[in-house]
Each structure stands twice: as structure tokens, then as C-alpha cells.
């Protein structure tokens, strides 16, 4: 069995494979917004295993007969449910019918163990999945919260951009990437925006990158952008497309690439950080009949709701029942969580960006950094 460590605001998590290749893919997407190490203590451990089998046997023994459900994994708008499985013995299990995956969670002792059938590519996601979630209700605290949106590093200084699903977060993204500025990706769907320090924080939270091809007639340039070949995010950089089976192959352009955080790095030419400190937050709104990009300095009061809104799943009960550590169950009440979204708001420079045709120009985003920023970058 191979292992590696990996480590987010002081949670280390064990994760162990029968294949080194699946190590490897996860240490690519984790890194390095996760610190990753061979020796280092865990808090957590998480083994990924493949036995056909023992998957059968599980799938046999069907779901427990009082009907429960466990919420297992927050995103956006809230936490995914998943059936809590018959078990054999003391151990704790839900089924992922989609991904045809159990996790069986240890009665005793910090362990997760994700059963599957087979140790293809497309198994990853769901061990990284439990990583993340890890890592995702140890974030949260009375000084820190995740938010749904994205973040890059221009120089010294960072820039956060936050908002609802489809308001453009990643278009905003790879406009200000691609601007010529010399920016770091640091994340492209949530971050962990620590307010606790002298500086605020905003630490990446890797995510599958899903970004749908730009109108031609409203975005030329990053519509251009896709005659690039995609990558397939269940694979690393440079592991070949055969790994996967010949039905999972890569979707055709022009529906939504999906990347790892280090493919989409690597399309777009750009670094990766595993943190930055915002100089900036930025709320992106695409609007249908307006030239270029417009800029709005937003009130404190005024970008305090609007980032309260953008918080990961809605609320601080968005945390996972199945794959929160038992020392982080403390409770952020509403006035917690407005109170930590006026305090980072005071510390930023706040914007609306309205954006229109033709705002994927390089030329509009230099000027938009030079709006935002404190000095020109």
C-alpha cells in the first residue's frame, strides 16, 4: 500500500493507495494549496480501496431499512445527501449510487475507507472528495470562512472574486489570467478567506475546473481559446488518455471542460499559489447590453451582504455530518458570520464588474487591475 500525507491549516490526512499512480494524481490537484510530505503525523486517514468482491457483498447487503440519509459533501448550495448503508459490523456507511462508491467510516479511530470496485481514474475524484470535505469543515471558525468564488495573486497583492452560481466568476478569472499581468491562480471556485491574522488571508480550496465555452460573439477571445485541446481531469498532466476506459474518454468541444486545478493552470500558462492576500474582492455580473466592463466601488455594508450570500453552501451548517473532525463541531451563528464578512470587507477594496461584450479584451482587464488594485501591477 502506498501513502502520502497531506496537510491544509494544520489537518494532516493519511491517504493510502494500492497504486502510486492515484497518489500521484491527488498530490498534482491538492498541491499547493495542500502541503504534501511522506512522514508527516496524521489526524485523519483515508484508504482507497479496490476489491470487487467486498463492493459486490456491500452492494448486496442495500440500504438500511429505517430509510436515513447522512449529509456527506457541501457545495454550493448546500450539502449533498447520500443513503446510510447496511453494515456488517460497527462501522458507519453511505452509498454514492452515482459513483458506485462506499465510504465506510470507522466506529472507532480517525478513519475513512472508500470502497470501490476498481481502482480506475474516474475512482479518484471520489478520494479526493473526501480530502477536501476534510479539510472543508476544519476551515470553518469564528475568524474563517469558505467562499464560493475564485482568487489570483498579481504581484504582492491578490484579488478575490466572489458571487453567486453563473455570474461569472470563472470568465472574470481568466480574463484577469490571461491579461498579461503575470497572475497566479490561486483558486478557481472556493477559498479560505482567514481574517484572523495582521494580513487577510485567502488560501485555495481545489476544485474540478468547469468552464463553458465563451460566445463568440460576446467574449472573442476566450471563445478563441478553445480550439485548444482539453485536458480530462481524472488523469495528471502527463498521464496518457488510454488510462481511461474507451466510454470515459474526454467530452467533445463544445460542451464544458473539466480540468484539474493543474491542467487548467497549465492551459491558461500560468503559476499556481496556494494562498494570496487580497487586496481586492470583486463581484462579476454579466449584462447582456453593455460594451466592455464596467467598475463600481461597492460600501462596506453593501459588499458585506453581498460576500455573506457567497458563503460556501449558504451557511455555517453547511458542513459535512459524515467528514467533519468531532473537535471542529462548534457552532458559527448568523451574527458570527456577518460579523466575520464585515470584517474582511473593511480591510478590501470592493467593486461590482458589469461585463459586457468584448470584456475579455487583454486591454480591459490591464485596466481593471489598475482600477482595483493599489497600484498598477
Known sequence: MHARSFTHRQLTIRVECAKPTALHWLDEFLTPCFA???????????????????????????????GGRAGCFAFDDGLVSLPWWTSVDDARVVFDDAANVFYELAHAGARTRVLVDDERPPRRISLMRVVRELAVSHAWSPTSAVVHGAALAVGEQGIVISGEKG?????????????????????????????????????????????????ADRLPTL??????????????LNEPAASLPASAGPAPLPLPVQLSPAQFSAWLGVPRRGACRPAALLFPRVVADLDGIEVEALAPPAAATRLRRSLWGGSRTAISEVFALPARGESLDAGGLDRLCATAVARLRCFECRLGRGADHPAAARQLLERVLVSAP
Open 36 to 66: 504534501a510530505s511522506d512522514d508527516a503525523r496524521p489526524d485523519w486517514t483515508v484508504a482507497l480501496v479496490a476489491d470487487a468482491a467486498a463492493h459486490a457483498a456491500a452492494l448486496a447487503r442495500g440500504a438500511r431499512a429505517d
Open 167 to 215: 455570474a461569472g466568476k470563472t470568465t472574470l478569472l481568466m480574463q484577469l489570467l490571461l491579461s498579461g499581468a503575470a497572475g497566479a491562480l490561486v483558486a478557481n471556485d472556493r477559498f479560505v478567506l482567514d481574517v484572523g491574522g495582521a494580513a487577510l488571508v485567502a488560501g485555495g480550496m481545489p476544485t474540478v475546473v468547469q468552464v463553458r465555452p465563451a460566445p
Open 223 to 236: 471563445h478563441r481559446w478553445f480550439a485548444r485541446p482539453p485536458y480530462d481531469h481524472r488523469l495528471a
